[in-house]
């Protein structure tokens, strides 16, 4: 395999492949350049020479015929426009608007002319023209035989006297001595005829013209009336007359004059000043235009397509199609006045044909030399491609300038090149070349630039192509858009930038904020799109790319609340998450917004996770040095009691016993003080909490019970007042038991003799509550808070055998459960109270109940 | 009350306790040897006839727990740990190396003689326990329940109890382990409904405890499970 690589890969050493990579350049560029040159000249020729004779095939090309129509198109418009509404003496006497409608449209064409009294001359090189209008003869010669009364007013704007004889006007471009006015106007045509071999005439409504210049040359578009209505029809001659240069006159008042020599041109005319023109005008507007809007329609008079117009450039638009309005009629005009002669002028035929001779010629070379040039280039890619196989299948890695480029954009590019090259060479007449060649009217440096150009294209097509064959039969890794590590590294390199900085660091809600004001534009974009398409009329093209704009961005903004939206909820979870101080593994995208949340929620677990373990720690610490303490204390302790009792077991004098009586309470008051200052600390530090699910009004009762000889030597009365049946609660027994025996405890010996001790026991929403209430049989002076800070008593002188941590034990033992301890003080009332959340559970099971 | 004579070790690395426990324990008619650390303890243990061991866990040399470890690979004599060390966590570690109870410092001088009286007899009376094997008798630790004559002995000596209480120890010493709420145990010691009965049933348990228990306030059978109900610990024999 190797082998056999290696000998292949000797088929393609370097030099020969920079040499064939080169040289494929030069022929590709050349090939297109050959093409589009090839196209330039087949569009300038637009005929195949099957004719053999260069001069028939001239006549034949396009060139020739754009020439003679444009010719034959103004010499129509000289002949009805002007010689037909010219008087005797040639003064154009006709409608002055109309004239300077078609002197305009002559402009917009760039038909070159001259200005004259009585209106225009066609200027050409390359045709001698004749163009005349015989007025008809008495009034019956004009008048269809159809027309009334009414439209015969209208028909001509042209007052002049009815003549016994024809009149005939002409212009011409032929010396003088060719034709004169003597002559009578057959006799001029048969003349004209005889000097040229190639002329066009038109006369008494039919095209006639020698042999050569036959065909589909003169083909127009054209309205006809049929059954009193203007049909656009489509024929050529010699088929049906030529209407070209004709006029018909329709039941509104109009001329209508038909030019245009692809499209057709209308133009309609009203006769100036004529009350029954103004009439038919009003009537039309009337039913167009709004009352008040309605202008003096005195001074409107031409009427050119959709539009009438007056002198101060005023337009009155109107839209509807006249042709349908039930009232339409259209009338044919007389056209057998005109006559219209052209024909080449001497020797230019010759002239041109040997231009396009050579055209025709130069077609042929290029032609041919693009054929060889493709050739050889398609050999040179052929061999390039192969090279760039082996190379491939050799080579481990592949470098070049497009290493960093993604495969589907190289794909992209290289097709989008041979798409252009394939335009460029196609009849399309689209591309760059096209453009240099216009631009620089085909000069030496334009055709150079352009040939430039094709290599620098084909050298770009040649070199992705390539380098894409390399990969393809290498079965290289390449970068791609869809592998993670291109897009990796642009998400990275994005989140570099301070743009994508700035934006992680503004929060979710200015980013939503930001989003919600894109999205209220986008909406006001469509409205507004919606206004200008429905309201004003805009075209479409405006509104429609607004819309899409407006929706583009709705998606977008959209899309990103879908993803925000979900990421939200990981967010949730997060907090959820922290709030069980639970490990929290969903990932969330670097790109997220809210991933500086996250990463803030993090940071806090953090620093609440260990400030958490500190505070254990130190809580942990704290518990030994209690317990040591309390070690130490013990022991001591642990000895005093010992002796102490065993003083009292011997024989001591009465003095003596009443010490030792003394210090056996003391010593005993000492026990306890140490056994609850421990237990104390421990519930402080939440350590060392059995919950479990109780009742709390059992414990309650089993409390009460326990603590039943104490109330009967107390001589107490006691008030319970429990109104729940059971009250389940998570918490540790023993010390909710602590919590109710402190209570009960310290109601007992600090109520006034005699009194009332309430107990009560009531649920308060969630929550079950005791209360404890005694009146203090000491004055309180001391505040609420005080009495649950550690050894405070009510009573300051008092001593007996309380260590006056009670309370606060039964404040930190009932937080240690989840619980909340209050005290009142309400005068000499004393309130203590319990308050612990009921476990949800029991709440369904009531309602099931 | 006839009185055990018996030779008892006493082990705490403070000499004044020692000095004290023995002197009381001496009082008490029971004959004492002192040792103040755990290697002491075993020398001493070696050389005497010792019925029964007072031992403290923090010691020098050797803690308390090391010695009842050493102690209990020959020995099957009660062991009494006296520790100044409180949780529940110390006491379970206590007797689950091999000690028989467990006492807190400061003690009661009172309840210390009454516990190594209660783990004296019990010991001597170790012959007896086993021969005693009928079936309406139930052992838990130190209590001994003879259904059949409605006798109840705690380690040893006969407790005089009433019916109700003899009934509900019954119950409880039968399921033991088990808790029982006050509801249960009136329903079926008493066989009617119950209704706030929870101040009956506890007035009943703190007499019982009262019987049976060396301090009532820190029982070893019957315990309060607060807020729950009842229950007879499930006491494993310990001297086997």
């Known amino acids: 395999m190797d082998t056999k690589l290696k000998k292949l890969s000797r088929l393609f050493p370097k030099p020969a492949k920079v040499t064939a990579f080169v040289l494929a350049c030069i022929t590709a560029g050349s090939a297109i350049f050959g093409a589009v040159m090839t196209r330039e000249r087949e569009w300038v020729l637009q005929s195949d020479d099957s004719y053999g004779n260069i001069e028939t095939s001239y006549i034949a090309s396009e060139n020739y015929r754009r020439q003679l129509r444009d010719m034959y198109e103004q010499l129509c418009i000289l002949g009805v426009c002007e010689l037909a509404q010219c008087d005797d003496d040639m003064n154009y006497i006709g409608n002055k608007y109309l004239q300077s409608d078609f002197m305009y449209y002559l402009d917009y064409n760039r038909y070159k002319y001259k200005k004259t009294d009585s209106g225009f001359l066609p200027v050409s090189d390359m045709f001698d023209y004749y163009v005349s209008y015989t007025r008809p003869v008495g009034e019956e010669a004009v008048l269809d035989e159809t027309s009334t009364d009414e439209e015969t007013t209208y028909q001509q704007t042209v007052s002049h006297t009815v003549a016994t004889e024809p009149e005939t006007l002409y212009v011409t471009n032929l010396p003088a001595d060719t034709i004169n006015e003597g002559m009578t106007e057959k006799e001029r045509i048969e003349k004209l005829k005889n000097n040229s071999s190639s002329y066009i005439l038109r006369d008494d409504d039919v095209l006639s013209s020698d042999m050569t210049s036959s065909g589909t040359m003169l083909y127009y578009d054209y309205p006809t009336v049929e059954d009193g209505h203007l049909v656009e029809t489509g024929e050529s001659y010699p088929n049906n007359f030529l209407p070209m240069g004709g006029w018909y006159h329709d039941s509104y008042g109009r001329y209508v004059y038909n030019f245009g020599n692809i499209q057709p041109i209308k133009f309609y005319v009203y006769p100036d000043n004529s009350e029954a023109g103004l009439t038919a005008r009003r009537e039309w507007v009337e039913k167009r235009i709004r009352a008040d809007e309605l202008p003096d329609l005195s001074n409107y008079y031409v009427m050119n397509d959709n539009e009438f117009r007056d002198d101060g450039d005023g337009y009155i638009q109107y839209s509807g199609d006249i042709f349908s309005q039930p009232d339409y009629e259209a009338y044919q005009g007389d056209t057998t006045g005109l006559t219209v002669f052209i024909a080449p002028k001497e020797g230019v035929l010759e002239k041109y044909a040997e231009e396009y001779a050579g055209i025709l010629h130069q077609y042929n070379v290029i032609k041919t030399f693009t054929a060889v040039m493709t050739v050889l280039a398609v050999l040179l890619i052929i061999y390039l491609v192969l090279a760039a196989a082996v190379s491939g299948l050799e080579h481990e890695e592949i470098g070049g300038l497009l290493v960093h480029i993604p495969f589907e954009i190289e794909l992209i590019v290289l097709f989008v090149l041979i798409g252009y090259i394939l335009v460029s060479c196609s009849n399309s007449g689209y591309g760059f070349e096209r453009k240099l060649l216009e631009i620089t009217k085909s000069t030496l440096p334009g055709k150079i630039l352009s040939f430039i150009w094709d290599c620098v294209l084909a050298a770009a097509g040649l070199h992705i192509g390539t380098h894409i064959v390399r990969i393809i039969f290498g079965r290289k890794t390449k970068q791609s858009l869809c592998t993670p590590k291109l897009a990796g590294r642009l998400s990275a390199r994005y989140r570099e930038t301070e743009f994508c900085k700035s934006r992680q660091r503004m929060s979710v809600g200015q980013k939503l904020r930001r989003r919600t004001k894109w999205t209220i534009a986008a909406a006001a974009l469509a409205f507004i799109a919606i206004v200008m398409l429905y309201m004003f009329g805009y075209s479409e093209d405006i509104p429609v790319a607004m819309g899409i704009a407006s929706s583009v961005v709705f998606i977008i903004t959209q899309v990103k609340n879908i993803i925000l939206s979900r990421d939200l909820s990981k967010l949730e979870r997060r907090i959820e998450a922290l709030r069980q101080d639970k490990p929290f593994d969903e990932k969330v995208s670097e790109t997220s917004d809210i991933k500086a949340d996250i990463d803030m929620l993090d940071t806090i677990s953090e620093t609440v996770n260990e400030a958490v373990e500190e505070r254990i720690k130190s809580e942990r610490m704290k518990i030994e040095l209690v317990a040591n303490v309390s070690h130490d204390l013990k022991t001591p302790l642990t000895s005093i009691i010992s002796y102490i009792d065993l003083l009292k077991k011997s024989e001591l004098d009465d003095e003596a016993a009443a010490y030792v009586e003394i210090l056996d309470k003391k010593s005993q008051k000492l026990k306890s003080i140490v056994a609850d200052v421990f237990s104390l600390a421990k519930a402080t530090s939440g350590i060392d909490v059995n919950m479990e699910e109780l009742d709390l009004i059992m414990l309650f009762n089993q409390s009460l019970a326990d603590a039943d000889d104490k109330i009967k030597q107390s001589g107490k009365t006691l008030k319970v007042t429990v109104t729940e049946d059971s009250a389940p609660i998570m918490g540790d027994g023993a010390k909710l038991y602590r919590v109710f025996q402190n209570i009960i405890d310290n109601a007992l010996k600090y109520s006034m003799e005699g009194s009332r001790i309430f107990l009560d026991i009531h649920k308060v929403g969630k929550n079950i509550v005791f209360t404890a209430k005694n009146i203090s049989s000491y004055p309180i002076d001391f505040t609420a808070d005080e009495i649950t800070e550690r050894f405070v008593r009510g009573d300051k002188s008092r001593t007996d055998g309380g260590s006056g941590l009670g309370l606060s034990i039964a404040k930190s033992f009932t937080e240690a459960c989840g619980g909340s301890f209050d005290i009142e003080l309400d005068g000499d009332m004393f309130k203590a109270s319990v308050s612990m959340p009921l476990t949800e559970k029991t709440d369904t099971e009531k309602e099931i109940i | ?240």
Do not use: C
Request: no cysteine.
């Open chain 2, 1 to 240: 009350m006839e009185q055990l004579a018996a030779t008892i070790l006493v082990v705490d690395d403070d000499r004044d306790i020692v000095a004290a426990i023995a002197k009381l324990l001496e009082l008490e008619g029971y004959s004492v040897v002192k040792a103040y650390d755990g290697i002491d303890a075993l020398e001493k243990l070696a050389e005497n006839d010792i019925q029964l061991i007072l031992i403290d866990v923090m010691m020098p040399r050797m803690d308390g727990l090391s010695a009842i470890m050493k102690i209990r690979d020959k020995r099957n004599i009660p062991i009494i740990v006296l520790s100044a060390k409180s949780e529940d966590t110390d006491k379970i570690l206590g007797l689950s190396m091999g000690a028989d109870d467990y006492i807190t410092k400061p003690y009661n001088p009172m309840e210390l003689t009454a516990r190594v009286r209660s783990s004296l007899r019990r010991y001597m009376q170790l012959g007896d326990i086993g021969s005693i094997n009928k079936t309406d008798v139930i052992k838990i630790g130190g209590l001994e329940l003879d259904k059949s004559a409605k006798q109840l002995t705690v380690d040893g000596e006969p407790v005089r109890l009433t019916a109700t209480e003899l009934k509900i120890l019954e119950l409880l010493m039968e399921n033991a382990g088990r808790v029982f709420s006050a509801e249960d145990i009136y329903r079926r010691v008493w066989n009617e409904d119950a209704y706030a009965v929870e101040n009956t049933v506890m007035v009943h348990i703190r007499h019982i405890r009262e019987k049976i228990e060396i301090d009532p306030k820190e029982p070893r059978y019957l315990k309060v499970v607060w807020g729950i109900g009842y229950k007879i610990e499930k006491i494993k024999q310990t001297i086997s």
